[in-house]
Nanobody, 119 residues
Framework: VQLVESGGGLVQFGGSLRLSCDAS????????MSWYRQTPGKEREERKL??????????TYADFVKGRFTISGDSAKNTLDLQMNDLKPEDTGVYYC???????????WGQGTQVVVSS
C-alpha cells in the first residue's frame, strides 16, 4: 500500500494550490479517502480532518475549508485531489492523504506534503 502526496509549496494569501495523492496497492473504490493537515509547531495535536471523499456523491468538509477547498477522487486513476482556493496563513501545514477501509480495519497514511501560505 502506498500513498504519495504532491503539489504542496509556498503560496501567497488568497492564492491557490492543488494537492494530489497517488494511491496504489489497494482497491481505491473500496476505501474512504481523506485529507488531513498538521499545523506546524503543534505536532502533539491530532491531525485535523480537512475533507473526506467516500464517493462523488458523499463528500464532507471541515467547516474551516467549506467554500474554499474541493476534494475529488478518480478511482480509474487511483488519485485523490484537493483543490485549495482562497488560501489563508492558517492553512499552512503538512497535508496528509489517508485511506481507510470502510470498516476501519486498515488505515494508511501518506508521507505528507508541505503547504505554506504567506501573509
Amino acid at each position: 500500500v502506498q500513498l504519495v502526496e504532491s503539489g504542496g509549496g509556498l503560496v501567497q494569501f488568497g492564492g491557490s494550490l492543488r494537492l494530489s495523492c497517488d494511491a496504489s496497492g489497494f482497491p481505491f473504490s473500496n476505501h474512504v479517502m481523506s485529507w488531513y493537515r498538521q499545523t506546524p509547531g503543534k505536532e502533539r495535536e491530532e491531525r485535523k480532518l480537512v475533507a473526506v471523499f467516500r464517493s462523488a456523491d458523499d463528500i464532507t468538509y471541515a467547516d474551516f475549508v467549506k467554500g474554499r477547498f474541493t476534494i475529488s477522487g478518480d478511482s480509474a486513476k487511483n488519485t485523490l485531489d484537493l483543490q485549495m482556493n482562497d488560501l489563508k496563513p492558517e492553512d499552512t501545514g503538512v497535508y496528509y492523504c489517508r485511506a481507510r477501509t470502510r470498516d476501519f480495519t486498515n488505515i494508511y497514511w501518506g508521507q505528507g506534503t508541505q503547504v505554506v501560505v504567506s501573509s
